[in-house]
């Protein structure tokens, strides 16, 4: 104030000091506030992101530990089973003849996915509908990929994952009727193609041009690769008993699986004794079956829904609806492929 006296003579100019002097200090203080603030969001930020990340570690680690003291239950039993526990196919028998478990029995849903939510117009439990693991987390992130193996002409699932996320659907169906086909190509919201999925390895040999004769029959890494992709946000197959051989050539092929999650219906299509009603499909015996459904496990597919479809007469017994996340060694999701693979 000394400085304004000498600066500024008379009251007037006192007063005109005095009030530049308060403006001046509001101003300094108004930045310093504002750095104060800024300096103190990015550390709170920073903290509640380390909150986040230590508190998902921890879910991840609990939900892992979790599946691995369930499943160890299941893995003592089935290091029990004998060879003629399966005469009776997908049933384990006891010794008084009674029925104790299916081969599903021995998988149980023990992966704490956040937010699961079942997609599809008829979401009645089975056939209809898929359980998809984080619709409004999972499938929010730019550039997501939905492929729908399988769809018998019906896109109220497919339609769903179009409406409630950005996620690129692609539907592979070469079964159905050239109309249904055409109709389904006329849909905007997702891209139609007449490919069905075959086993890696499988493409183009004599096996593969007997089982489809003028059907394209893609593996799923030539599926992949024509259309640029990398990685698979959702990956659903419905292919009435060929999963078995598909499931099994994947995990024989890949060393990380190239999708997050994965919506399965797996047949077991009962003939004579263990053998397939279709003579024209090499379905695996019911032990090769649990032996497949254990590899999954092996390799960090962790199932978060499973549910019997009850609509074909089967007694919920021979198809059964699983969902699965792929997760790491420390129960982490994959959401893409690791950088050292």
Not at 70 to 75: A, I, K, L, R
Not at 113 to 125: I, S, W
Not at 197 to 210: F, H, M, P, S
Request: glycine share 8%; proline share 3%.
């Amino acid at each position: 104030m000394r400085r304004c006296d000498k600066s500024f003579a008379g009251r007037r100019w006192q007063v005109l000091c005095v009030i530049a002097v308060l403006f001046g200090s509001l101003l300094v203080g108004s930045i310093i506030h504002t750095a104060l603030k800024a300096a103190c969001t990015t550390r709170l930020t920073k903290s509640l992101i380390t909150i986040k990340t230590s508190a998902d570690s921890w879910s991840a680690l609990e939900s892992e530990a979790i599946h691995r003291e369930s499943q160890s239950y299941q893995d003592k039993e089935l290091s029990e089973l004998k060879d003629e526990d399966f005469e009776d196919g997908i049933a384990m028998r006891t010794r008084e003849g009674y029925i104790s478990k299916y081969i599903w029995d021995y998988f149980q849903a023990t992966n704490a996915c956040p937010m699961k939510q079942k997609l599809g117009k008829e979401r009645r439990t089975g056939d209809h509908g898929k359980w998809i693991c984080g619709v409004k987390t999972l499938l929010q992130k730019p550039g997501c990929i939905v492929y729908s193996v399988g769809s018998n002409g019906l896109t109220e699932f497919e339609q769903d994952i179009v409406h409630m996320t950005p996620c690129e659907v692609h539907i592979f169906d070469p079964t159905l009727s050239l109309g249904t086909q055409q109709q389904l190509r006329q849909v905007k919201e997702f891209d139609f193609h007449d490919t069905g999925l075959i086993a890696e390895g499988v493409k183009g040999n004599v096996t593969a041009e007997r089982r489809f004769p003028k059907l394209d029959m893609q593996p799923l890494s030539g599926i992949m690769a024509n259309l640029g992709h990398t990685w698979i946000d959702v990956l659903k197959v419905d292919v009435e008993g060929w999963e078995w051989e598909v499931l099994d050539s994947w995990l024989t092929t890949w060393d990380v699986l190239p999708f997050t999650q994965l919506q399965v219906e797996f047949h077991y299509k009962r003939g004579s004794g263990d053998q397939a009603a279709n003579d024209d499909m090499d379905q695996p015996s019911a032990k090769e079956m649990l032996g497949i459904l254990q590899r999954m496990q092996q390799r960090g597919l962790r199932a978060f829904n499973i549910e019997p479809n009850y609509w074909w007469g089967n007694n919920a017994a021979e198809c059964m609806e699983f969902a699965f996340v792929q997760v790491d060694s420390l129960g982490h999701m994959l959401t893409s492929r690791p950088q050292s693979s």
